[in-house]
């Protein structure tokens, strides 16, 4: 184990040129986190065969009375892969990292590692060999194998194509519309200050906490996409809808290896709306990486309509969840038990009704009291 310095995260950055890894553990998105947040964290390296063979960028964080360690970046840590040098995954022994956890950070109750994939580019995830459950949300794909035009013969193409067209005609008409690939730190800066506007007026509608809210989020975030400017091509890229000269739809995504991963997205709720800007970005971009030679268009966590509208593929992710303290067994018991409750919720339609229902009641309350 190895606290955060400059040359541990050169050495972290040196091993990822020779790994794979999730887009939350590449060595910008830690940099650029330890940057803009300047978290309690470590890195832990496994060695196998006289080398590094397994990395990971951890935080420790209070929750509640308790003390945990986990991914960077929090709940926008999604698919979560540690960093692996392939030829040395066989020998890997991952539960070597608990006792040399244990002993360098005594405080720790707990390591906490959600939204896990099963497996990367044909790599088993290896932090599965911890005692784990499935997280309560899926994760949807579309697979690019064939390329888009191979996509669209397979889910309702023509339909797609016709509506597309349609949109189009609605959004010349509205001024006319531009598609963007932000390329300069000014493009950067004015769709993340759109997108941020969109999620909050979207989460504040439906009664939940602003992930985006915070500002040191907020910066990480710009760091992220200016600094993966200075890459060709860049690892992290914002994609926009403006339609007569206002950004309509704005989307973030990572590019890790054969994926493509939209970390995220959101729409204005303007008088173009009912047009359905965001499904246009979508169709652009899932286009756009099907001619790029990308074979997965990830759209990451959360089960929506309109995912389903392009995703052939779902993954369950996994959550680990280690007690390091006696305190911990409580945290990784309740953990386990809070999961299995949303997985019912959500996997119950009548269910999960109601529980939106009664989160956008509350959004309406605390909207009349504001």
């Not at 500002?215 to 992220?224: G, M």
């Not at 499904?279 to 030679?293: T, V, W």
Request: aromatic content about 8%; charged content about 25%.
């Amino acid at each position: 184990m190895s606290v955060l310095s400059r040359d541990s995260l050169s050495a972290y950055a040196e091993l990822a040129r020779r790994g794979v890894c999730a887009p939350p553990q590449s060595a910008l998105w830690i940099e650029e986190w330890v940057a803009t947040t300047g978290p309690d964290g470590f890195l832990a390296v496994l060695e196998a065969e006289g080398g590094p063979a397994c990395a990971l960028a951890l935080e420790v964080i209070r929750s509640g009375p308790f003390r945990i360690a986990r991914f960077m970046g929090g709940r926008h840590a999604n698919g979560n892969f540690p960093l692996l040098v392939p030829d040395a995954t066989a020998s890997i022994e991952i539960e070597a990292m608990l006792p040399a956890i244990r002993a360098a950070r005594p405080d720790i109750d707990a390591l906490v590692l959600e939204r896990l994939l099963p497996d990367l580019d044909g790599l088993p995830n290896p932090l599965l060999r911890f005692p784990h459950f499935p997280s309560p949300n899926l994760a949807l794909a579309a697979n690019l194998e064939g390329g888009f035009d191979a996509l669209l013969s397979r889910v309702s193409g023509k339909r797609k194509r016709k509506k597309h067209r349609s949109q189009m005609r609605k959004f010349e008409a509205a001024g006319g519309f531009r598609l963007i690939e932000a390329s300069t730190p000014e493009e950067v800066s004015r769709l993340l200050d759109a997108f941020f506007a969109m999620k909050e007026f979207r989460f504040r509608n439906m009664g939940i906490a602003n992930v985006f809210g915070d500002v040191e989020v907020q910066n990480f975030f710009r760091s992220l996409f200016l600094d993966a400017l200075r890459e060709n091509p860049p690892p992290f890229v914002l994609h926009a809808l403006e339609v007569g000269g206002t950004l309509r739809a704005v989307t973030g995504s990572a590019r890790a290896g054969k994926r493509i991963v939209c970390e995220f997205g959101a729409i204005a709720k303007d008088e173009l709306a009912h047009a359905s800007p965001g499904d246009f970005l979508f169709f652009e971009n899932i286009g756009k990486a099907g001619r790029q030679g990308f074979e997965i268009f990830d759209f990451s966590v959360g089960d929506e309509p309109y995912k389903r509208l392009w995703c052939e593929i779902e993954t369950r992710h996994f959550d680990v969840a280690v007690p390091l303290t006696p305190k911990g067994r409580i945290l990784a018991g309740a953990l386990q038990m809070k999961a299995a409750a949303k997985s019912y919720v959500k996997n119950s339609p009548a269910m999960w009704r109601l529980a939106k229902m009664l989160r956008r009641s509350a959004a309406g309350n605390q909207t009349a009291q504001d």
